[in-house]
């Protein structure tokens, strides 16, 4: 049995409502909530085992929710007599990782890559969730996945409009998705080591060269720390997609499979989406962006972070934009991955800007001058002018 | 390849086409497309294919025709369409009986019957896989029993104990064994049937010759105890549950003999099983031990007995990337994630083995939670700002698997804006205030003392005096004063810093281009270009800039690596 207890507390106005509830789910069920960015629902685990997003919550502590969707899920329930349930996915999802952990396995004692997945489909259809899933179990089996985040409009480890790959090694926070927290917050032992190339937009369509350019890239360093890490190479890869299904999102898909897959022979799987994930509207999803951009440089309710705000001069600092429409007459191809230099001047008021470590950006080469921006160093915001 | 894949597809397409005339139970048709079946034995696969696809496509009441299909195939040629249908026989064996009538669920269980105990004696179908549909067949059922008991507990339910009947008087024919006494009294008539299953499961697997039940099965009479005991101990609406529990119980111990086939059970255990059975209190009690019915707290991890326990995936047979069997429920599977790790961190849930390596792990996984809820309590003390992410290099490099040295990630000191603004002058190395600076950081910069007592005493190979060593409360670890460790060796910071600043100086004003050989290996040996001065004065202040008394002890390691790699 198991036994959740949700309190709400609703801030309307000055008012404080303060709603205490408990619940009881039967083996196999999810209990699925809403929460409004305004409202904090705290749930705690009163007995039995869940998990959420496939990490296991703990029997005892709170978990503080805001603004987010959730879906807890419970294998065991009341006694051992089973029942087949099809309203969740779950046994599907937890047959894939069995699936992957088997190919794990074999790929160890032949000491080959591990599994790479690959999950695509339209948005809204809980890919991230189903990557946070499978992540999380095979965390649980002890492996060490690396997780590659290809979606550029919810940023779920760093920062929207971004491509990042992270190794997962350590339990992912329930209540802050999946890894606000685990960016590393300095002196908080969060041990999640994200490599970001900024990307600058919320859809892989506006600039598919440079996405898929960059893609290209974060395959590449991901495919050389995993000849470099044992852990990492035989847990294998997952990658989360952007919910593209048109022409160009199939361009994409395509050009990821090309990237991240040497060998030949691909599984295509069609996982049943579960009956929980709810459709987000733009707003929510703005939400959710300004939510996380906030989270990056002030950290988390839990856990707060200052903003180091520093003066500079603006000729010590060289601000480059990427593929900038340019005057007829140009070829667009080319400038569409083209560092183009940009005056300092009000435009750049209250954006958002990467830092690189590169040494010198304005190398000719075109090809040099992308290694060198592309990787990020911290993103700060404008606050110079 | 190709060409045997377009056979492999024409005999799937007139297979088919055939398949569209049996749309009713007819002798002549289903002979014909055995004949069929056998002639084509090279494509049993696209025929299989055929098959199952038509089961699935046709309305329910053309299915059966099409099962006494695969039941005369399986009969008649057997061989490799036996394997191929095996693979998918439970899916579709349920998929048809899930929507058919009950009087043709009746023929299909008759069916199944016969393929338990073939028309020569021998089973055509494995028990492994008889034993799978049995299965779905009683959680069928127990779907409807426990929904029937929703509904006020009734007593008639939606079963078809004919089957279980049907089948145990075919079997019972076969054995000779007495017909079971069967008390059908008014309400107990279900509960008499369910009794039945036992008998028949129980004796299906005597047969198999892997567990003895003969003497409880026919000497004693299950029904009347079951009875006796549900009468006698529980109010009537919990009685059907303790029933399927009874169950339960019986086919755990069944699984169980199971999956130990090899190990027989010995006399102790048949005569417990016979106490179990004659003693009902003793029955309660064990159920209660198994935690099978209440009075136990459901911690599933802590359950002893669990029927299947699979605590490792190479256990289970493979799993195709399939979408049937990606599908398909396992028994027992979740306890790989449970189970398998009963070590639990009551902070956060995340489990561990438990073995040497989970208890360590487990060990150094609260201790992390110390440090971290502790810091959460002095952030207050000072304020934190995000730290810089790491270079594709570095990120490649990084290893942070082993929890003792997540203490911190952060690899570049951001209490002040020198990082930043060495950063910035990296491009433009200019004068000497910054070389000022750069001294003025690097006296302040610190390093883990080593616990290795070779390198305890060893003094700074520059200057041949030894280090000053103290404690830090922050890090809680001793810490040498004004060092640098590259390459494993300590370094005055102030030593390190002057030594490569010679080094370039040499270099400037020789222009050679062979490098000075040099005690320092963290130093840039071979200037490829004119870059090399700039690239050079990168490596001193990317370093030394950025190490300051507050960077905590992983980083420098991390940091003597990067500097070895930046250079």
């Given at each position: 049995?198991?036994?959740?207890?949700?309190?709400?507390?609703?801030?309307?106005?000055?008012?404080?409502?303060?709603?205490?509830?408990?619940?009881?789910?039967?083996?196999?069920?999810?209990?699925?909530?809403?929460?409004?960015?305004?409202?904090?629902?705290?749930?705690?685990?009163?007995?039995?085992?869940?998990?959420?997003?496939?990490?296991?919550?703990?029997?005892?502590?709170?978990?503080?929710?805001?603004?987010?969707?959730?879906?807890?899920?419970?294998?065991?329930?009341?006694?051992?007599?089973?029942?087949?349930?099809?309203?969740?996915?779950?046994?599907?999802?937890?047959?894939?990782?069995?699936?992957?952990?088997?190919?794990?396995?074999?790929?160890?004692?032949?000491?080959?890559?591990?599994?790479?997945?690959?999950?695509?489909?339209?948005?809204?259809?809980?890919?991230?969730?189903?990557?946070?899933?499978?992540?999380?179990?095979?965390?649980?089996?002890?492996?060490?996945?690396?997780?590659?985040?290809?979606?550029?409009?919810?940023?779920?480890?760093?920062?929207?409009?971004?491509?990042?790959?992270?190794?997962?090694?350590?339990?992912?926070?329930?209540?802050?998705?999946?890894?606000?927290?685990?960016?590393?917050?300095?002196?908080?032992?969060?041990?999640?080591?994200?490599?970001?190339?900024?990307?600058?937009?919320?859809?892989?369509?506006?600039?598919?060269?440079?996405?898929?350019?960059?893609?290209?890239?974060?395959?590449?360093?991901?495919?050389?720390?995993?000849?470099?890490?044992?852990?990492?190479?035989?847990?294998?890869?997952?990658?989360?997609?952007?919910?593209?299904?048109?022409?160009?999102?199939?361009?994409?898909?395509?050009?990821?499979?090309?990237?991240?897959?040497?060998?030949?022979?691909?599984?295509?799987?069609?996982?049943?989406?579960?009956?929980?994930?709810?459709?987000?509207?733009?707003?929510?999803?703005?939400?959710?962006?300004?939510?996380?951009?906030?989270?990056?440089?002030?950290?988390?309710?839990?856990?707060?972070?200052?903003?180091?705000?520093?003066?500079?001069?603006?000729?010590?600092?060289?601000?480059?934009?990427?593929?900038?429409?340019?005057?007829?007459?140009?070829?667009?191809?080319?400038?569409?991955?083209?560092?183009?230099?940009?005056?300092?001047?009000?435009?750049?008021?209250?954006?958002?800007?990467?830092?690189?470590?590169?040494?010198?950006?304005?190398?000719?080469?075109?090809?040099?001058?992308?290694?060198?921006?592309?990787?990020?160093?911290?993103?700060?915001?404008?606050?110079?002018? | 390849?190709?060409?045997?894949?377009?056979?492999?597809?024409?005999?799937?397409?007139?297979?088919?086409?055939?398949?569209?005339?049996?749309?009713?139970?007819?002798?002549?048709?289903?002979?014909?497309?055995?004949?069929?079946?056998?002639?084509?034995?090279?494509?049993?696969?696209?025929?299989?294919?055929?098959?199952?696809?038509?089961?699935?496509?046709?309305?329910?009441?053309?299915?059966?025709?099409?099962?006494?299909?695969?039941?005369?195939?399986?009969?008649?040629?057997?061989?490799?369409?036996?394997?191929?249908?095996?693979?998918?026989?439970?899916?579709?064996?349920?998929?048809?009986?899930?929507?058919?009538?009950?009087?043709?669920?009746?023929?299909?269980?008759?069916?199944?019957?016969?393929?338990?105990?073939?028309?020569?004696?021998?089973?055509?179908?494995?028990?492994?896989?008889?034993?799978?549909?049995?299965?779905?067949?009683?959680?069928?059922?127990?779907?409807?029993?426990?929904?029937?008991?929703?509904?006020?507990?009734?007593?008639?339910?939606?079963?078809?104990?004919?089957?279980?009947?049907?089948?145990?008087?075919?079997?019972?024919?076969?054995?000779?064994?007495?017909?079971?006494?069967?008390?059908?009294?008014?309400?107990?008539?279900?509960?008499?049937?369910?009794?039945?299953?036992?008998?028949?499961?129980?004796?299906?697997?005597?047969?198999?010759?892997?567990?003895?039940?003969?003497?409880?099965?026919?000497?004693?009479?299950?029904?009347?105890?079951?009875?006796?005991?549900?009468?006698?101990?529980?109010?009537?609406?919990?009685?059907?549950?303790?029933?399927?529990?009874?169950?339960?119980?019986?086919?755990?111990?069944?699984?169980?003999?199971?999956?130990?086939?090899?190990?027989?059970?010995?006399?102790?255990?048949?005569?417990?099983?016979?106490?179990?059975?004659?003693?009902?209190?003793?029955?309660?009690?064990?159920?209660?031990?198994?935690?099978?019915?209440?009075?136990?707290?459901?911690?599933?991890?802590?359950?002893?007995?669990?029927?299947i326990k699979i605590l490792h995936v190479n256990d289970l047979p493979k799993i195709q990337f399939t979408s049937n069997e990606i599908q398909r429920k396992?028994?027992?599977?979740?306890?790989?994630?449970?189970?398998?790790?009963?070590?639990?961190?009551?902070?956060?849930?995340?489990?561990?083995?438990?073995?040497?390596?989970?208890?360590?792990?487990?060990?150094?996984?609260?201790?992390?939670?110390?440090?971290?809820?502790?810091?959460?309590?002095?952030?207050?003390?000072?304020?934190?700002?995000?730290?810089?992410?790491?270079?594709?290099?570095?990120?490649?490099?990084?290893?942070?698997?082993?929890?003792?040295?997540?203490?911190?990630?952060?690899?570049?000191?951001?209490?002040?804006?020198?990082?930043?603004?060495?950063?910035?002058?990296?491009?433009?190395?200019?004068?000497?205030?910054?070389?000022?600076?750069?001294?003025?950081?690097?006296?302040?910069?610190?390093?883990?003392?080593?616990?290795?007592?070779?390198?305890?005493?060893?003094?700074?190979?520059?200057?041949?005096?030894?280090?000053?060593?103290?404690?830090?409360?922050?890090?809680?670890?001793?810490?040498?004063?004004?060092?640098?460790?590259?390459?494993?060796?300590?370094?005055?910071?102030?030593?390190?810093?002057?030594?490569?600043?010679?080094?370039?100086?040499?270099?400037?004003?020789?222009?050679?281009?062979?490098?000075?050989?040099?005690?320092?290996?963290?130093?840039?040996?071979?200037?490829?270009?004119?870059?090399?001065?700039?690239?050079?004065?990168?490596?001193?202040?990317?370093?030394?800039?950025?190490?300051?008394?507050?960077?905590?002890?992983?980083?420098?390691?991390?940091?003597?690596?990067?500097?070895?790699?930046?250079?």
């Amino acid at each position: 049995m198991i036994t959740l207890s949700k309190n709400q507390m609703k801030t309307t106005g000055s008012k404080v409502e303060d709603v205490s509830k408990e619940w009881i789910l039967e083996p196999e069920h999810e209990y699925r909530f809403e929460v409004d960015f305004s409202t904090i629902v705290k749930l705690k685990l009163i007995s039995g085992t869940a998990e959420i997003y496939g990490t296991e919550i703990g029997i005892g502590p709170e978990y503080e929710f805001s603004g987010r969707k959730i879906a807890l899920f419970t294998w065991h329930g009341t006694c051992s007599v089973e029942y087949v349930a099809n309203e969740t996915p779950m046994t599907s999802y937890l047959n894939m990782h069995l699936a992957l952990e088997q190919f794990r396995e074999e790929t160890k004692v032949r000491d080959e890559v591990g599994p790479k997945v690959l999950i695509v489909g339209p948005e809204d259809v809980g890919k991230t969730s189903l990557s946070k899933i499978l992540l999380s179990y095979a965390l649980r089996q002890g492996r060490q996945p690396i997780f590659v985040d290809l979606d550029v409009n919810e940023g779920s480890v760093t920062m929207p409009g971004t491509l990042t790959a992270t190794p997962i090694n350590q339990i992912i926070d329930v209540e802050e998705g999946f890894g606000s927290s685990t960016t590393t917050l300095p002196f908080l032992g969060s041990s999640m080591i994200p490599i970001t190339y900024y990307y600058g937009y919320s859809d892989p369509g506006e600039n598919v060269k440079l996405y898929k350019m960059l893609t290209a890239k974060l395959a590449n360093t991901v495919k050389l720390r995993i000849a470099n890490d044992k852990d990492a190479k035989t847990s294998g890869i997952v990658i989360d997609t952007s919910g593209l299904i048109d022409n160009i999102g199939y361009e994409i898909i395509q050009h990821c499979v090309d990237c991240f897959e040497e060998r030949p022979g691909i599984n295509v799987l069609k996982l049943a989406k579960s009956g929980g994930v709810v459709d987000r509207d733009k707003t929510f999803r703005r939400q959710t962006q300004m939510r996380k951009i906030r989270e990056y440089f002030y950290g988390l309710p839990k856990f707060e972070l200052s903003p180091c705000s520093t003066l500079i001069s603006l000729n010590e600092v060289f601000i480059y934009r990427v593929g900038v429409a340019l005057p007829i007459g140009i070829d667009r191809k080319v400038s569409e991955t083209q560092l183009v230099k940009v005056e300092p001047d009000d435009s750049i008021r209250h954006s958002i800007l990467a830092l690189t470590s590169a040494n010198s950006p304005d190398e000719q080469n075109d090809h040099i001058s992308t290694l060198s921006w592309s990787f990020t160093k911290a993103i700060f915001d404008n606050g110079f002018i | 390849m190709a060409s045997t894949d377009m056979d492999l597809e024409n005999v799937r397409q007139d297979y088919r086409a055939s398949l569209q005339e049996l749309t009713f139970n007819s002798k002549p048709i289903i002979n014909n497309l055995t004949i069929l079946a056998q002639e084509n034995i090279n494509a049993a696969r696209a025929i299989v294919q055929a098959i199952e696809d038509q089961i699935r496509t046709v309305s329910p009441t053309q299915k059966l025709p099409v099962l006494y299909l695969l039941d005369s195939i399986s009969k008649n040629v057997g061989g490799t369409y036996i394997q191929l249908f095996a693979r998918n026989l439970c899916h579709t064996f349920m998929e048809i009986y899930n929507v058919v009538d009950q009087p043709t669920k009746q023929k299909l269980e008759r069916v199944l019957a016969t393929w338990i105990i073939g028309p020569n004696g021998a089973p055509v179908y494995s028990a492994e896989v008889t034993g799978q549909i049995e299965r779905a067949l009683m959680k069928q059922q127990m779907r409807y029993q426990s929904r029937g008991s929703i509904d006020g507990g009734r007593s008639h339910i939606h079963i078809n104990p004919n089957f279980l009947s049907g089948a145990i008087g075919q079997i019972n024919q076969m054995n000779q064994i007495p017909p079971v006494q069967q008390n059908t009294t008014n309400q107990w008539v279900d509960n008499s049937r369910y009794s039945n299953g036992i008998t028949t499961y129980s004796d299906t697997h005597n047969r198999q010759g892997y567990y003895n039940t003969q003497q409880y099965s026919s000497k004693t009479p299950v029904p009347q105890l079951l009875q006796q005991q549900s009468q006698v101990f529980v109010p009537p609406s919990d009685q059907q549950r303790l029933l399927q529990e009874c169950r339960q119980l019986i086919l755990q111990r069944q699984q169980l003999a199971l999956q130990n086939p090899v190990v027989p059970l010995g006399n102790n255990n048949t005569s417990s099983h016979n106490n179990l059975l004659t003693d009902p209190n003793l029955l309660v009690k064990n159920l209660m031990e198994f935690g099978l019915i209440g009075g136990f707290t459901p911690t599933p991890p802590q359950l002893n007995g669990t029927p299947i326990k699979i605590l490792h995936v190479n256990d289970l047979p493979k799993i195709q990337f399939t979408s049937n069997e990606i599908q398909r429920k396992r028994e027992g599977a979740i306890s790989i994630l449970y189970d398998a790790f009963p070590l639990q961190c009551k902070q956060c849930g995340f489990r561990y083995a438990r073995d040497e390596g989970g208890k360590a792990k487990m060990d150094s996984h609260l201790d992390w939670h110390f440090r971290q809820n502790r810091r959460m309590k002095e952030r207050a003390k000072k304020t934190q700002s995000r730290c810089w992410f790491v270079g594709e290099e570095d990120w490649i490099h990084s290893r942070e698997a082993d929890t003792k040295n997540t203490q911190s990630p952060a690899f570049f000191d951001f209490d002040n804006t020198n990082s930043v603004k060495n950063m910035k002058n990296q491009k433009n190395p200019t004068g000497s205030s910054q070389t000022n600076k750069k001294d003025e950081v690097s006296s302040e910069s610190t390093v883990i003392a080593p616990s290795d007592p070779e390198k305890v005493d060893k003094p700074c190979p520059i200057c041949k005096e030894k280090f000053e060593s103290f404690w830090n409360d922050t890090d809680e670890e001793w810490l040498y004063r004004n060092a640098v460790k590259v390459e494993g060796i300590f370094y005055h910071a102030t030593c390190h810093a002057d030594a490569l600043k010679n080094q370039q100086h040499v270099k400037r004003s020789t222009q050679t281009k062979g490098s000075p050989k040099s005690p320092l290996k963290g130093s840039p040996k071979s200037p490829k270009s004119k870059n090399a001065q700039i690239k050079s004065s990168t490596t001193e202040n990317g370093v030394l800039g950025k190490r300051k008394a507050e960077t905590p002890p992983n980083d420098r390691i991390e940091m003597s690596k990067r500097q070895a790699l930046v250079s």
